[in-house]
C-alpha cells in the first residue's frame, strides 16, 4: 500500500509530518544510536553508514524499487521539480522519530541515491565541539569576517552554528543566517534569529546578503562563500558595522585568504587587500581526526587570528611568510 506523506511549513522548515516508510526510520535512528555522520541509501547496493570516517554496510542490497521507496516520498513538489529536471534535489527534513537530516537525492547509472547528513538535535556549543576557547572572543567585536574553512565533511556547518549558538546565548542582538539548506534549527534565547533557505526564502546568497543589510542585522552568517558578488557583500558587511560569519572549503588559513583575494579581477585585488586587511577577524581551518579510541572524530583546528602582523603580510601580498607567522604565534 502507498504511504502518503504530508509536508508542514511553519517558518519554512520541511518537516515530515505523517509517517513515512518505517524501514527508512528505523535505518535513520540506528544510524543516530551509531554515531554515524551520513548514511548512503543507493539501488543495488546495501545500505551504508559512515562511521568515523569510513562507508561499513548494512543489511541487503536494495532493488530500485525499495530505494525509491524510501526516498521519493520525502521530496516536495519544489524537489520534485528540482529532481527531475536536474537530476538531484537538495534539502533539509525532520523526520518523527529520528530527527533531522540534510538530504541529497540524485539518479545515476543504477537508478536513484540518497545521502543523508545527521544534523544535532540542538546547536552545538564551541565548548562541546572542544573548539578553541579564544573564539569567545569575537563577542567583543561588533564588525569584521570570520570565515570557517576546512574541506567538505570537516564540520564546518556545525562550527558555524556553534558560532550563531554564541552570540544567541550571550548577547540580545539580531542574527540572520543563509543557508542551502537551512540545517540547524535555533531557537530563540537572548537573540532575534532570522533564518533563510536559498531556493525557498531567497534567490541566492547574494540576493540574500543585499537584503540583508536594510534588515538591521547585527550578525550575519553565510552557509557559504561560493563567488565573487557573495565575497564582495560580505566584505561590505563587514566594513558597515556587522560581523559576518561564513564558510569555505579550502584546506587552510593561508589557501583561505588567496582564494577569497583570487575572486576578483586583477585590477581589483589589490583594494580587496586593503579591505580584507582591516575586516578580517578569524580563519578557524579545521579538519576531523579519529580519536585514539576509534570512537568517533573530533576536530583539529589552525586557528588565524587577526592582528597587525597578519594584516601586515595580507596588505603586502607576502602571504609565504604565513607558516612562521603561525610558528611565532602558536
Known amino acids: ?16 509530518a505523517l509517517p513515512i516508510s518505517p524501514r527508512l526510520r528505523e535505518l535513520l535512528v540506528d544510524a543516530r544510536a551509531e554515531s554515524a555522520s551520513d548514511v548512503h541509501i543507493m ?13 561499513v554496510p548494512r543489511g541487503d542490497p536494495l532493488d ?9 516520498p520525502l521530496l ?7 529532481f527531475e529536471e536536474l537530476g538531484y534535489a ?9 530527527g ?4 541529497n537525492a540524485n539518479k545515476q547509472r543504477s537508478g536513484v541515491k540518497g545521502c543523508f547528513r545527521l544534523i544535532m538535535d540542538e546547536p552545538p556549543t564551541i565548548e562541546s565541539l572542544g573548539l578553541p576557547g579564544e573564539l569567545r572572543q569575537m563577542l567583543d567585536y561588533h564588525q569584521g569576517l570570520v570565515v570557517v574553512s576546512g574541506p567538505s565533511g570537516a564540520g564546518k556547518t556545525t562550527t558555524l552554528a556553534a558560532l550563531v549558538d554564541l552570540f544567541n546565548a550571550e548577547r540580545p542582538v539580531h542574527v540572520i543566517t543563509v543557508e542551502d539548506p537551512v540545517e540547524v534549527i535555533h531557537p530563540i534565547k537572548r537573540a532575534l534569529i532570522t533564518q533563510r533557505e536559498v531556493g525557498a526564502h531567497t534567490k541566492s546568497f547574494h540576493s540574500a546578503l543585499k537584503g540583508s543589510l536594510r534588515e538591521d542585522p547585527d550578525v550575519i552568517a553565510i552557509g557559504e562563500l561560493r563567488d565573487c558578488e557573495t565575497v564582495e557583500k560580505a566584505l561590505e558587511a563587514s566594513e558597515t558595522g556587522h560581523l559576518v560569519f561564513a564558510t569555505m572549503s579550502t584546506p587552510s588559513g593561508a589557501t583561505t585568504i588567496n582564494r577569497l583575494i583570487d575572486m576578483f579581477p586583477p585590477d581589483d585585488q589589490s583594494q580587496v587587500r586593503a579591505t580584507l586587511a582591516g575586516a578580517l577577524k578569524f580563519v578557524v581551518s579545521q579538519r576531523l581526526v579519529p580519536k585514539k579510541d576509534g570512537h568517533g572524530r573530533v576536530a583539529a583546528v589552525e586557528l588565524l587570528t587577526g592582528n597587525l602582523a597578519l594584516w601586515s603580510l595580507i596588505r603586502d601580498d607576502k602571504l609565504f611568510q604565513l607558516p612562521s607567522l603561525l610558528q611565532r604565534g602558536r
Open 1 to 16: 500500500r502507498r504511504r502518503h506523506t504530508r509536508y508542514i511549513s511553519v517558518t519554512g522548515v520541511q518537516t515530515c
Open 43 to 55: 539501488s543495488g547496493e546495501p545500505v551504508r553508514f559512515r562511521c568515523n570516517g569510513y562507508l
Open 64 to 72: 530500485e524499487d525499495q530505494a525509491r521507496s524510501l526516498l521519493v
Open 76 to 82: 516536495s513538489e519544489r524537489n520534485a521539480q528540482q
Open 90 to 98: 537538495d534539502f533539509a527534513c525532520e523526520i518523527e522519530g529520528a
Open 100 to 103: 533531522r537530516f540534510r538530504v
